[in-house]
């Protein structure tokens, strides 16, 4: 009996939209299995993070403790005080100066002390421990003196507001940290964090900070870790930060300044967030940035989750939808510093330990070089003035760092007079990578499944850097949105020649605390909601392949064209595991029958059972699989026809599974309160003949796995 070649099981996923009628009509699509085409980069599908929306500090940033250092403009924001207390600004950390003194109330029955707010409250979970620090001294030699921390609900009916309590015995003149475990006696979400003064002896506070024990990879300065998760469980294979327009900042004094992000982050700091004032609908005047997580962290994050990071500097201009006078930006003669940041931050990131920024890695603790690959020189510029910007920065990194790949902008817009202007300025300075940006409504996404079919194969690669689909009267997640994206997203994948990279925008959003939606993730202060548009990221991430295949309907691409019934469609193959993947979007108002055939496959394959992944599973079985995704974005029930043609005669497949993510509702998506709201549903399947029929309900998602 002949040895029968293993291939991979089949995974189908459907997301198709609403209707009762069924057509009869099938749709063949046939993927040419025996040709595999243009590599698919491992950076293909990746994340995009800018402080937006509370991103970092009040989310990512695991930190609870608002304005820790006393910086703000307003030096005591996000701080209560009571009794004896003073603020002064000749502190340990140059950069940070201010702390504050607690001295005697004047009376036994009197209290000196202050207490935090966080963000939006604090959040702590029953039983979960916290790591309290503070840095203090005794101003005036002699005793000894103590300070009380306690985590605190006042309006509560209990005898006392406390539910976690530690002293600390501050015994020094000079400035030290000191450190306690506060364990959480109940689950809170708007906690306070209270300090008495408990003693007579005067005491100075500085860099007051708690931490969730429990971070991500268990870092002292980490991560939130349910947030954290969620990204590593895209599988990304890129990670764009810090932004965004806060690289530009709304002037030149308040971008993002990676150097002031490195070294001790008790002297880091503080920084203007630009999102809590450009929208005076959506003001949030206590939002800043710690840089608490800044530069080396973010690296840290990219190795954690295998992606490959890519930083944005400024090019020396402001934010120009805030400034209209060229006096706002750095003429070009004058932008020499800017250039040698962009210089340092690569010595920074692969340096030498002996080099200068090599060595501050090494001392933050990762002597290894983080392998930076890839560097974007401004966000959303437009105009002359920027190719005259950017010219200087690409000569010298060029010349310096010839094997780093270098990321122009093609503006904020995806088409128009300054996309027109800017896609010849990006080829004429050579550039790598061009960074197209759209936040576009349906009738957009519906529009642009060939946007990238007759792009120029000769010049700089794509990296679509920031796009989401916004409802036109429903600016906000939901699962018709989601659906679309999907269907865009063939097209790149088809294209994936010319388009290297795609990062969805933006990744968090504080349910208390936003400024933009639609987001991939949101989260309040104790629990984090997946979208339906974060789980069309998943599938994505997770089945990229490693070359496009051939697929093609009536021997034309699949890309929502007149006369193609509203469908979608890519094909890919992974190499390395033997699986071809296929997705398909029915955008359509009317079900659709599909038939996927497969020709150029040997004939004695046959595919035969096989299991199911769903849409959030963290693992992906590493047998011989057919992975086929189909998106059906229209209001019809569709059906299906999975043929496979090509396999060897003595393998056969026989049955499998089918998980369906529905709704249906195309207006609804998963909430904090609500986070199941739309999720996977698995059943079993059977195929016979290599050949899968099936009809898909409206406003359904289906994986099907099928093995021979």
Same mark, same amino acid.
Request: proline share 4%.
């Given at each position: 009996?002949?040895?029968?070649?293993?291939?991979?099981?089949?995974?189908?996923?459907?997301?198709?939209?609403?209707? %009762?009628?069924?057509?009869?009509?099938?749709? !063949?699509?046939? @993927?040419?299995?025996?040709?595999?085409?243009?590599?698919?980069?491992?950076?293909?599908?990746? %994340?995009?993070?800018?402080?937006?929306?509370?991103?970092?500090?009040?989310?990512?940033?695991?930190?609870?403790?608002?304005?820790?250092?006393?910086?703000?403009?307003? /030096?005591?924001?996000?701080?209560?005080?009571?009794?004896?207390?003073?603020?002064?600004?000749?502190?340990?950390?140059?950069?940070?100066?201010?702390?504050?003194?607690?001295?005697?109330?004047?009376?036994?029955?009197?209290?000196?002390?202050?207490?935090?707010?966080?963000?939006?409250?604090?959040?702590?979970?029953?039983?979960?421990?916290?790591?309290?620090?503070?840095?203090?001294?005794?101003?005036?030699?002699?005793?000894?003196?103590?300070? +009380?921390?306690? &985590?605190?609900?006042?309006?509560?009916?209990?005898?006392?507001?406390?539910?976690?309590?530690?002293?600390?015995?501050?015994?020094?003149?000079?400035?030290?940290?000191?450190?306690?475990?506060?364990?959480?006696?109940?689950?809170?979400?708007?906690?306070?964090?209270? @300090?008495?003064?408990?003693?007579?002896?005067?005491?100075?506070?500085?860099?007051?900070?708690?931490?969730?024990?429990?971070?991500?990879?268990?870092?002292?300065?980490?991560?939130?870790?349910?947030?954290?998760?969620?990204?590593?469980?895209?599988?990304?294979?890129?990670?764009?930060?810090?932004?965004?327009? $806060?690289?530009?900042?709304?002037?030149?004094?308040?971008?993002?300044?990676?150097?002031?992000?490195?070294? !001790?982050? !008790?002297?880091?700091?503080?920084?203007? /967030?630009?999102?809590?004032?450009?929208?005076?609908? +959506?003001?949030?005047?206590?939002?800043?940035?710690?840089?608490?997580?800044?530069?080396?962290?973010?690296? &840290?994050?990219?190795?954690?989750?295998?992606?490959?990071?890519?930083?944005? %500097?400024?090019?020396?201009?402001?934010?120009?939808?805030?400034?209209?006078?060229?006096?706002?930006?750095?003429?070009?003669?004058?932008?020499?510093?800017?250039?040698?940041?962009?210089?340092?931050?690569?010595?920074?990131?692969?340096?030498?330990?002996?080099?200068?920024?090599?060595?501050?890695?090494?001392?933050?603790?990762?002597?290894?070089?983080?392998? &930076?690959?890839?560097?974007?020189?401004?966000?959303?510029?437009?105009?002359?003035?920027?190719?005259?910007?950017?010219?200087?920065?690409?000569?010298? @990194?060029?010349?310096?760092?010839?094997?780093?790949?270098?990321?122009?902008?093609?503006?904020?817009?995806?088409?128009?007079?300054?996309?027109?202007?800017?896609?010849?300025?990006?080829?004429?300075?050579?550039?790598?990578?061009?960074?197209?940006?759209?936040?576009?409504?349906?009738?957009?996404?519906?529009?642009?499944?060939?946007?990238?079919?007759?792009?120029?194969?000769?010049?700089?690669?794509?990296?679509?850097?920031?796009?989401?689909?916004?409802?036109?009267?429903?600016?906000?997640?939901?699962?018709?949105?989601?659906?679309?994206?999907?269907?865009?997203?063939?097209?790149?994948?088809?294209?994936?020649?010319?388009?290297?990279?795609?990062?969805?925008?933006? &990744?968090?959003?504080?349910? !208390?605390?936003?400024?933009?939606?639609?987001?991939?993730?949101?989260?309040?202060?104790?629990?984090?909601?997946?979208?339906?548009?974060?789980?069309?990221?998943?599938?994505?991430?997770?089945?990229?392949?490693?070359?496009?295949?051939? %697929?093609?309907?009536?021997? $034309?691409? =699949?890309?929502?064209?007149?006369?193609? /019934?509203?469908?979608?469609?890519?094909?890919?193959?992974?190499?390395?595991?033997?699986?071809?993947?296929?997705? =398909?979007?029915?955008?359509?108002?009317?079900?659709?029958?599909?038939?996927?055939?497969?020709?150029?496959?040997?004939?004695?394959?046959?595919?035969?059972?096989?299991?199911?992944?769903?849409?959030?599973?963290?693992?992906?079985?590493?047998?011989?699989?057919?992975?086929?995704?189909?998106?059906?974005?229209?209001?019809?029930?569709?059906?299906?026809?999975?043929?496979?043609?090509?396999?060897?005669?003595?393998?056969?497949?026989?049955?499998?599974?089918?998980?369906?993510?529905?709704?249906?509702?195309?207006?609804?998506?998963?909430?904090?309160?609500?986070?199941?709201?739309?999720?996977?549903?698995?059943?079993?399947?059977? @195929?016979?003949?290599?050949?899968?029929?099936?009809?898909?309900?409206?406003?359904?998602?289906?994986?099907?796995?099928?093995?021979?």
């Amino acid at each position: 009996m002949r040895t029968m070649k293993t291939y991979k099981t089949l995974l189908a996923t459907l997301a198709l939209s609403a209707g %009762l009628v069924l057509n009869a009509q099938t749709n !063949e699509m046939v @993927i040419q299995a025996k040709k595999p085409g243009a590599e698919i980069q491992p950076t293909m599908y990746g %994340l995009f993070f800018e402080d937006i929306n509370y991103a970092a500090d009040g989310g990512l940033y695991a930190e609870l403790v608002k304005n820790r250092s006393f910086e703000f403009p307003q /030096n005591l924001m996000g701080w209560n005080t009571f009794g004896n207390v003073t603020l002064r600004n000749d502190g340990p950390f140059k950069r940070n100066p201010h702390y504050v003194r607690l001295s005697d109330a004047g009376h036994a029955h009197k209290r000196t002390g202050i207490e935090n707010e966080g963000f939006f409250g604090i959040g702590v979970k029953k039983g979960e421990e916290y790591r309290f620090s503070v840095w203090a001294r005794l101003p005036q030699e002699g005793k000894n003196s103590k300070i +009380r921390v306690e &985590l605190v609900k006042p309006n509560n009916n209990g005898e006392r507001h406390a539910f976690a309590m530690q002293e600390i015995t501050i015994d020094s003149k000079e400035w030290h940290k000191y450190q306690v475990t506060l364990k959480a006696g109940k689950t809170e979400a708007k906690a306070i964090l209270r @300090i008495f003064l408990a003693s007579q002896a005067t005491v100075d506070l500085e860099h007051v900070s708690l931490f969730p024990a429990d971070t991500w990879k268990g870092r002292e300065n980490g991560f939130r870790k349910d947030l954290a998760q969620a990204l590593a469980d895209i599988h990304p294979g890129v990670f764009r930060f810090p932004g965004g327009c $806060i690289v530009e900042g709304t002037d030149l004094d308040s971008r993002y300044n990676w150097k002031n992000t490195v070294g !001790e982050v !008790e002297n880091r700091p503080l920084n203007e /967030n630009r999102w809590h004032y450009t929208f005076p609908h +959506r003001f949030y005047p206590d939002y800043y940035q710690s840089y608490g997580l800044g530069f080396y962290e973010f690296f &840290l994050l990219s190795e954690d989750i295998g992606a490959e990071p890519l930083p944005v %500097l400024s090019c020396g201009l402001a934010c120009q939808f805030q400034n209209n006078d060229v006096s706002a930006h750095v003429p070009v003669s004058e932008l020499s510093g800017y250039i040698q940041d962009a210089l340092d931050l690569i010595e920074f990131a692969n340096g030498d330990v002996a080099s200068t920024w090599g060595k501050l890695r090494a001392d933050m603790g990762h002597p290894a070089p983080f392998n &930076l690959k890839f560097i974007a020189i401004g966000n959303e510029q437009w105009g002359t003035e920027y190719p005259e910007h950017l010219e200087p920065f690409v000569k010298a @990194i060029r010349k310096a760092y010839p094997m780093v790949k270098i990321i122009g902008s093609s503006g904020p817009n995806s088409e128009g007079e300054q996309f027109n202007y800017l896609w010849p300025e990006m080829k004429r300075l050579k550039v790598d990578l061009v960074d197209e940006h759209f936040y576009r409504p349906e009738s957009w996404f519906l529009s642009q499944g060939a946007r990238y079919d007759n792009y120029d194969r000769k010049g700089p690669k794509v990296f679509a850097g920031e796009y989401a689909c916004h409802g036109v009267g429903k600016k906000w997640n939901h699962f018709h949105a989601a659906l679309l994206e999907a269907a865009f997203m063939t097209g790149m994948e088809r294209n994936a020649d010319v388009v290297q990279m795609a990062t969805y925008a933006p &990744l968090f959003a504080h349910v !208390e605390g936003w400024q933009w939606r639609p987001d991939m993730i949101w989260f309040d202060n104790l629990n984090s909601v997946r979208t339906t548009s974060y789980y069309v990221q998943q599938l994505y991430g997770q089945n990229k392949g490693s070359n496009v295949l051939p %697929l093609t309907m009536n021997k $034309i691409p =699949v890309s929502g064209a007149e006369g193609q /019934n509203g469908l979608f469609a890519s094909a890919v193959w992974e190499k390395e595991d033997n699986t071809y993947i296929v997705k =398909v979007v029915n955008a359509s108002d009317k079900v659709q029958s599909v038939s996927l055939k497969f020709e150029g496959l040997k004939k004695q394959d046959f595919l035969t059972k096989g299991t199911c992944v769903k849409l959030r599973s963290l693992d992906l079985n590493k047998d011989n699989t057919y992975i086929v995704k189909v998106v059906n974005t229209s209001d019809k029930v569709q059906s299906v026809s999975l043929k496979f043609e090509g396999l060897k005669k003595q393998d056969f497949l026989t049955k499998g599974t089918c998980v369906k993510l529905r709704s249906l509702d195309l207006n609804k998506d998963n909430t904090i309160k609500q986070p199941s709201t739309i999720i996977p549903k698995e059943s079993s399947v059977v @195929i016979e003949g290599n050949v899968l029929n099936a009809e898909v309900e409206a406003y359904t998602f289906v994986v099907y796995r099928l093995k021979k």
